[in-house]
C-alpha cells in the first residue's frame, strides 16, 4: 500500500493490492480523477489520461487555455459556477443568499499513517497504523477564503477508499453551506447500470438494476432517517457485471439521516455519482472559523463481479466499523415476545415463553414492545419509561432476576427518541418535539418525534436509559423508532439555523448511541426501525445487528436478505423463525426452510412455543443445537449470493458461507415454488479450497424417501468439482417425491 505524490506530474497515486486511485491536479490547480481500478504500477505516470477539450458551447476561465472546459472533466470535488453544468459537490451562499462562486484549487497536501478521526460522526477505523494511510488533501479559494480538505483513507486489504470531506470558513464572515456532499466520483462512460436497494416497510433492500440515461437519476431520503425506501449505498455495474465477474462501483454512506445518491449522465458520455447528506431543506450556518465535517463514503472498485465487492465490504463494515465486546462475537440465539403476544402479556406468560426457550436451547429471552407505562397498544406511553406493575408486578428487576436465574441472558425493547401525545413526558415537556405544539402536527403511529437537537433531551434520555440499564441484568438493547419525521423544524434552534434540524437531529442520536455504547460497553445494541426503515452503516458503527425487516416470512426473506447482504455482513442481520401462518403475508412455510434462511444472520425465534406441537418443538431443538455447532460460519464467515438473483430468476435461491480457513461451509438452497418434472441443474459452490476434499452432508436428516438432491450429493467430494460444477439439484418432483413450494436444502461441508 502506497500514496505517492509526484511533483513533476502532479499526481498522487493511491495503492494497494487491489485498485489504484490516481488524482491529477489540473491547469488551474483543481484535483482531477485520473484513474480508479485495477492496480496500475507505481512508477507510471497517468496525469495524461485526465482530458479536456474545447467544444461548441464550451466555456473555459479567463487566462486559461480554451481546451480547459470544466463541464467535460473528472473533478474530484465539483462545484458550480466555472464551467461545470453538472450536479456540484459543495456549495456555499453568504447569510443574505448571495452565491459564492467557488475555485477549490490545491494549496497543501499530507499523508497520515492510519486513519485520523472524524469528531461527532460515526467512521470506519484502522486498529494499527500499517492497516490504512489517508491522503489530506488542502484546497483552497483564496478570493473567498474557504478551505475545503479531502480525506481519502486506503485500506491495506481491501479496495475500498474512505472518502469525507471537512469546510472551513475562513473568510471573517458567516457563510450559509447549502451543499455538502462526502463523496463524487467522475467515470468516463455512460455503460453502467444503477443497482440501488430500494422497497417499503416489509419489504426493504430490495435489489433494483436499471441502465443509466441521460440526465440525471438517483435515490435518496427526505424522511428524517435513512428509510426503508431506498438504502444509501448503491452500485455502478457494467451491465454484464454478475456476481462472479465484471466491473462494478459500489458506494455506501456511514450515515442515518437524509440522504442523496444522484447519477449525472453528462452529454458526452461522462457520469458523476455524487452522494451525502441531502441537500434539500438543509442548510448551515458557517460562522468565522467555523469547519463542517461530511459523514464518511466508502467508495470501492472491483474487476471480479459483485460477490468480491461484497466480501470486502462484509470485513470492512463488520470489522472496522462495528465497535466494541460484541464485534466479533457469536450473537446470542434470541426469542422475541413481539410476534407471540404483541401488546398482551402479563410476567407468568412471559416467563413460560422463557421457560420453554430455555428448554429448548435459546439464549437469550427479549422483551419487546409493551412493558411501560399503559402501553396496551399503541396509541399511548411512549416516553413513559416505567414499568406497568399491572403486567410486570416484579419490575423489570423481578422479570430479568427470574429470568437470567433459569440461565438465560435478558434484553429489553425501548424506543427512546419517540413521544405519545398521551404521556406523562409529553404533558410535562409538550416543547421538547419536533416542529412546535402549537402548529401543525402530523402523528405516525400515534407518536411525536422528541427533538434530538436539544442537549437537554439527549442528556434526559441517557440518564433514563441509564438507569433502566443499571436497575437490572440488560444484556441485549433493541432500539426501536416507529415513524417518519415532518414538520422538521426545531424550536431550540434560531431561525436562520432550521435548515440544520435533520443533521443536528442525527448527530444528537450518535452522542446518545456513542455515551451508552461506552457506559455500557457489556450490552448488545440492535438497532430498529418498523422493521429496517434505519439499516445503514451509521448506525452500525453503534449497534452491530439490527432488525432487517418486520417480514419475517421465508420466502419474503430472500429477496430482503440478498439486497441487504450486497454492503451488509450476516452479522448484521436479525433474523428469526416466526410462526405460521406468517403474520405478514399469510404463508405457511417449513420449519427448516424459515429456520435456513433466518441462520445466516444473528439468529432467534419469535413466536409463542408453547403453541407448538411436539414435533414442531422437536424440530426447533435440532435447528438450535445444529446453529450452535455452525453459528460462527453462519455470522462471520465469507458470504456468497449463489443463484436467485432477484432481478434475474428468483425460484431457486442458494447462498453459502464458508469459514475464513475454507474448511467448513454450509449451502442454502430454497425452491419457492416445486415444478413437475424438473430438469438437473449444477450449482458451482465459491470459496472452498480446491485441494481440499469435503465431506457434504444434507440437513435435516430427513429426507423425502430416495430424495435425489441427497442422493446425488452427499458423501466425500472434492473441493474442485465442488467449485467447478457444485451441488447438483433437481431429479425429484416426477415421481411424487418432492418436498412441495417453499422447500430447502441445507448443505453443510466439512473437509
Ligand atoms: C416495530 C418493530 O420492527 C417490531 O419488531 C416491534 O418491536 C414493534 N415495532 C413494537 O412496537
Not at 149 to 174: C, D, K, M, V, W
Not at 488 to 498: C, E, F, G, I, K
Not at 612 to 618: C, F, G, P, Q, Y
Request: hydrophobic share 40%; aromatic share 12%; proline share 6%.
Amino acid at each position: 500500500m502506497a500514496i505517492v505524490w509526484y511533483p513533476d506530474t502532479r499526481e498522487f497515486h493511491l495503492r494497494n493490492d487491489f485498485i489504484s486511485y490516481v488524482i491529477a491536479l489540473l491547469p488551474d490547480s483543481s484535483p482531477a480523477l485520473a484513474y480508479f481500478g485495477k492496480p496500475l504500477a507505481l512508477d507510471g505516470r497517468y496525469s495524461r489520461l485526465v482530458r479536456f477539450e474545447a467544444r461548441a458551447l464550451s466555456t473555459h476561465q479567463k487566462g486559461l487555455p480554451p481546451s480547459f472546459c470544466l463541464d467535460f472533466v473528472s473533478r474530484e470535488y465539483p462545484t458550480y459556477g466555472r464551467g461545470d453544468f453538472r450536479f456540484p459537490a459543495v456549495e456555499l451562499e453568504t447569510e443574505e443568499g448571495f452565491p459564492l462562486v467557488l475555485d477549490l484549487h490545491y494549496k497543501d497536501h499530507r499523508v497520515i499513517s492510519g486513519k485520523p478521526e472524524p469528531s461527532g460522526l460515526p467512521a470506519t477505523y484502522c486498529e494499527s497504523e500499517g492497516e490504512a494511510e489517508t491522503l489530506v488533501l488542502l484546497l483552497e479559494d483564496r478570493a473567498e477564503q474557504i478551505e475545503v480538505e479531502l480525506f481519502y483513507t486506503l485500506f491495506a486489504a481491501h479496495p475500498i477508499l474512505a472518502r469525507r470531506a471537512a469546510i472551513r470558513n475562513n473568510s471573517g464572515r458567516a457563510l450559509r453551506l447549502t451543499r455538502a456532499y462526502s463523496a463524487s466520483l467522475d467515470l468516463d462512460s455512460p455503460n453502467w447500470d444503477l443497482i440501488h436497494f430500494s422497497g417499503a416497510w416489509a419489504r426493504e433492500r430490495h435489489l433494483v438494476r436499471q441502465p443509466i440515461a441521460p440526465g440525471v437519476q438517483g435515490v435518496g431520503s427526505l424522511r428524517g432517517s435513512s428509510s426503508a425506501q431506498h438504502n444509501p449505498s448503491a452500485m455502478l455495474a457494467r451491465p454484464d457485471c454478475t456476481e462472479t465477474a465484471g466491473e462494478a462501483y459500489g458506494a455506501i454512506l456511514v450515515y442515518s439521516g437524509n440522504f442523496s445518491i444522484d447519477v449525472e449522465v453528462g452529454s458526452h458520455g461522462d457520469t458523476r455519482l455524487g452522494l451525502g447528506i441531502n441537500p434539500f431543506h438543509f442548510s448551515w450556518l458557517l460562522a468565522p472559523g467555523d469547519s463542517f465535517e461530511t459523514p464518511e463514503a466508502l467508495v470501492g472498485y472491483t474487476a471480479q463481479g459483485f460477490g468480491e465487492l461484497s466480501l470486502h465490504y462484509h470485513e470492512l463494515l463488520g470489522r472496522r466499523l462495528v465497535r466494541g465486546q460484541w464485534r466479533d462475537r457469536e450473537r446470542p440465539i434470541l426469542i422475541n415476545n413481539w410476534e407471540a403476544t404483541y401488546f398482551h402479556f402479563d410476567e407468568q406468560k412471559l416467563l413460560e415463553i422463557a421457560r420453554s426457550a430455555k428448554d429448548l436451547g435459546i439464549e437469550l429471552f427479549v422483551l419487546d414492545d409493551g412493558w411501560f407505562g399503559q402501553r396496551n397498544d399503541d396509541t399511548s406511553s411512549l416516553g413513559d419509561w416505567e414499568v406497568n406493575r399491572e403486567k410486570l408486578p416484579h419490575g423489570i428487576e423481578g422479570l430479568a432476576g427470574s429470568i437470567t436465574q433459569m440461565g438465560l441472558s435478558f434484553g429489553l425493547w425501548v424506543e427512546p427518541e419517540m413521544v405519545s401525545p398521551d404521556s406523562n413526558l409529553y404533558r410535562t415537556h409538550p416543547d421538547w418535539v419536533v416542529g412546535s405544539p402549537l402548529a401543525k402536527q402530523t402523528l405516525g403511529r400515534n407518536q411525536l418525534v422528541l427533538d434530538m437537537t436539544r442537549p437537554e433531551v439527549v442528556d434526559y434520555l441517557y440518564e433514563t436509559l441509564s438507569r433502566i440499564l443499571s436497575s437490572a441484568p440488560i444484556s441485549y438493547i433493541k432500539w426501536d423508532m416507529n415513524r417518519h419525521m415532518t414538520e422538521p423544524v426545531s424550536a431550540a434552534l434560531a431561525p436562520d439555523r432550521q435548515g440544520e434540524f435533520f443533521h443536528r437531529y442525527i448527530l444528537g442520536l450518535y452522542s446518545l448511541y456513542r455515551r451508552l455504547t461506552r457506559s455500557f460497553p457489556q450490552v448488545l445494541f440492535e438497532s430498529c426501525s418498523a422493521g429496517g426503515n434505519r439499516f445503514d452503516a451509521g448506525l452500525l458503527s453503534f449497534t452491530p445487528q439490527a432488525w432487517t425487516s418486520d417480514d419475517s416470512d421465508a420466502i419474503e426473506r430472500l429477496p430482503i436478505q440478498w439486497g441487504t447482504s450486497f454492503f451488509y455482513p450476516p452479522s448484521s442481520m436479525g433474523a428469526h423463525v416466526s410462526a405460521v401462518p406468517n403474520h405478514q403475508v399469510g404463508r405457511i412455510t417449513p420449519l427448516w426452510t424459515r429456520a435456513g434462511v433466518a441462520f445466516f444472520g444473528a439468529f432467534g425465534y419469535e413466536l409463542d412455543p408453547l403453541k407448538l406441537s411436539d414435533t414442531e418443538l422437536e424440530e426447533i431443538r435440532q435447528q438450535i443445537a445444529f446453529y450452535k455447532v455452525w453459528r460462527r460460519v453462519f455470522q462471520f464467515g465469507s458470504f456468497y449470493r449463489l443463484s436467485g438473483s432477484p432481478a434475474v430468476d428468483d425460484n431457486l435461491v442458494a447462498w453459502m458461507s464458508v469459514s475464513q480457513d475454507k474448511r467448513r461451509a454450509v449451502v442454502l438452497v430454497v425452491q419457492v415454488l416445486a415444478h413437475p418434472n424438473p430438469g438437473f441443474r449444477r450449482l458451482p459452490l465459491r470459496g472452498l479450497s480446491p485441494e481440499q476434499s469435503y465431506q457434504v452432508k444434507v440437513i435435516p436428516a430427513v429426507p423425502v424417501k430416495n430424495e435425489a438432491s441427497i442422493r446425488f450429493n452427499e458423501g466425500l467430494r472434492r473441493g474442485d468439482e465442488l467449485l467447478q460444477v457444485g451441488l447438483l439439484l433437481g431429479g425429484d418432483g416426477w415421481n411424487g417425491v418432492s418436498r412441495g413450494d417453499f422447500t430447502s436444502w441445507l448443505f453443510t461441508l466439512e473437509a
